[in-house]
């Protein structure tokens, strides 16, 4: 379970990089009861989504090539010493450690099988205000195609722990863990899983995205599409787990939604 009071290892930050911040601002917050802060003229267009006053994600412009995305940040005591071990365990360095103001330092890395994520040390900013909340971040997920080789990848970057959990026709979800991350009755962070050729040959790329929590996936759903978002899967009942919902944004952004079950906490 995702909490606030972040070790390393766990999600700590999220933000959209969109190539028009007005446009995204105007999707999200007709989606999501959420409204939006500017950082200010010196953060280069990078402001806050808020809810209720508490910071649950955040966008920025699009910079560079890539393509619009959602990036999961995890958090680090030391993010040159993350570099290193990242580049050691055969990812690569998108954009190298630097300090944001006075809010702490990030980097941005990508992992051996291509899935861009990043790592923020914190210094007066520790991470997202709420997750775990209706229209918050609520879990974290790798579409992969390469499950072994991240599995050791991050094992070696973060020291995580799986639970592999089989699916039938030969899929495994792999729900990772932190050490100490998590409350004492579920200390899992978010999952992974090998992308199917099937998958991949519909052109699927490995890539993280985050999991937004709601109280109505079918309207929740029924707002972001009529915004303008295409689905990628529509609202549908997994057992044990809740239902739930995977979209691409207008831009292209993917991003899922759930209804916990309740039976299952």
């Known amino acids: 379970m995702l909490t606030t009071a972040f070790v390393p290892g766990t999600p700590n930050w999220l933000d959209l990089a969109a190539p028009d911040v007005e446009a995204a601002v105007a999707f999200y917050t007709s989606v999501f009861d959420w409204e939006f802060q500017s950082a200010g003229p010196e953060a280069g267009g990078y402001g806050f989504f808020r809810r209720n006053g508490e910071v649950v994600a955040a966008v920025g412009p699009l910079m560079g090539e890539g393509d619009p995305s959602w990036t999961v940040y995890f958090h680090t005591r030391d993010a040159d010493a993350t570099r290193a071990a990242v580049e050691r365990a055969g990812g690569a360095v998108r954009a190298a450690p630097m ?78 863990s932190a050490p100490g991350g998590g409350t004492p009755e579920d200390t899992g962070q978010g999952g992974m899983m090998q992308l199917t050729r099937e998958h991949r040959d519909a052109g699927s790329a490995s890539e993280w995205h985050p999991y937004f929590a709601t109280e109505d996936c079918d309207a929740t759903f029924t707002r972001a599409t009529g915004a303008g978002a295409s689905a990628l899967m529509p609202p549908s009942d997994a057992p044990g787990v809740g239902r739930l919902a995977m979209l691409r944004d207008p831009a292209g952004a993917t991003f899922a939604l759930i209804k916990g079950d309740p039976d299952q906490g």
């Open 99 to 176: 300090n944001v103001f006075t809010a702490g330092r990030m980097a941005q890395f990508t992992d051996p099988a291509g899935a861009g994520f990043a790592v923020w040390q914190p210094r007066e900013t520790v991470g997202l205000d709420v997750v775990m909340e209706p229209e918050t971040l609520c879990w974290t997920e790798l579409y992969t195609t390469d499950a072994a080789a991240v599995k050791d990848f991050y094992t070696s970057v973060f020291s995580w722990s799986y639970e592999d959990m089989p699916m039938g026709d030969g899929l495994v979800y792999s729900v990772f």
